[in-house]
């Protein structure tokens, strides 16, 4: 961890405010942050023997096992691929059984102005890690920016360090109970709005789980809770359902609906319509037709 700046001044009202609760630290989605330090530096403190307290907050995420502790008290063991948030104002130390690095964004406090949402300080990055480093290092460097484009490159660094931040909550707040629902739901509405754009040719299974970001298993559960049927059957009956509009407004013949509609096999879209409809093609167009 590098050393804090003397030039940088501590301000007590901001560290009031993140005392607010002590495993997250509010954050405000209206101010971008200004970041200070970012790299990758090396560590290996052991026993807790040095401290760490500066004016800024400091984002880790490690290439190491470990402990931090938060304060006097609360020790938490770190694994490599966390990331852990010491806010600012507040102490920090480290016992590594080997030494090692890490990558690191030291940023200041923001008042607490428009919305807030509240960001761990320690978490299990999991998956999310590669993308977080990716993240990492692009702030680190565009903070290495000099000339003329310094300014705005550290301008772009505040903007990249806010999504990362906001990208962070997200991660946390996924696993929670009431966040998985709502994660869930939101897969479901994006697969109906998928089979919808492209009704002839609907992704496998496999595929749409990946596109929209869960597991097939709790897309199946979620559909069927919010459609009542499986995938397969909603596909099918919005295929059928759209080829008995077509059989209604339109001269085409049936085995060109079928087609367009992704039933290749004029046989199999006889079956599958019938099944839905309770007729052929087209005696549904002549039935609908009067004649």
């Known amino acids: 961890m590098p050393p804090a700046s003397g030039n940088w001044t501590a301000r007590p009202e901001w560290y009031e405010f993140n005392r607010m609760d002590d495993s997250m630290l509010p954050w405000s ?50 694994r490599s691929g966390d990331l852990t948030l010491s806010p600012a104002g507040g102490l920090t130390r480290y016992h590594l059984p080997r030494a090692g690095r890490h990558w690191c964004i030291h940023f200041d406090p923001v008042r607490a ?15 999310s890690r590669a993308r977080v480093v990716d993240a990492i290092s692009r702030i680190c460097g565009l903070m290495a920016a000099s000339g003329p484009q310094s300014e705005l490159a550290r301008a772009a660094a505040s903007a990249a360090l806010q999504e990362l931040l906001l990208t962070i ?86 085995s060109r609906i079928g087609s367009r509609l992704g039933f290749h096999d004029p046989q199999h879209f006889d079956k599958q319509f019938r099944r839905i409809a309770g007729c052929a093609p087209g005696a549904y167009r002549c039935r609908a037709s009067g004649s």
């Open 113 to 127: 102005v428009g919305a807030p949402c509240a960001i761990p300080l320690h978490l299990s990055l999991g998956g």
């Open 29 to 78: 989605l209206a101010v971008l942050p200004t970041v200070r330090i970012a790299g990758r530096f090396p560590l290996d403190d052991r026993d807790f023997a040095y401290a760490y307290r500066g004016p800024t907050h400091a984002l880790h995420v490690y290439d190491y096992d470990g402990w931090i502790r938060f304060g006097e008290q609360r020790e938490h063991p770190l």
């Open 169 to 254: 909550v997200a991660h946390a707040r996924r696993d929670q109970p009431g966040e998985r629902t709502r994660r869930s739901d939101a897969a479901v509405e994006a697969v109906a709005a998928l089979v919808d754009a492209d009704i002839a040719t609907t992704p496998a299974m496999p595929q749409l789980a990946k596109r929209v970001g869960i597991s097939q298993n709790r897309l199946a559960v979620a559909f069927r809770r919010r459609f009542g049927t499986t995938v397969l059957r909603y596909v099918l009956a919005r295929r059928i359902e759209h080829a008995q509009q077509l059989l209604l407004t339109t001269d085409l013949p049936v």
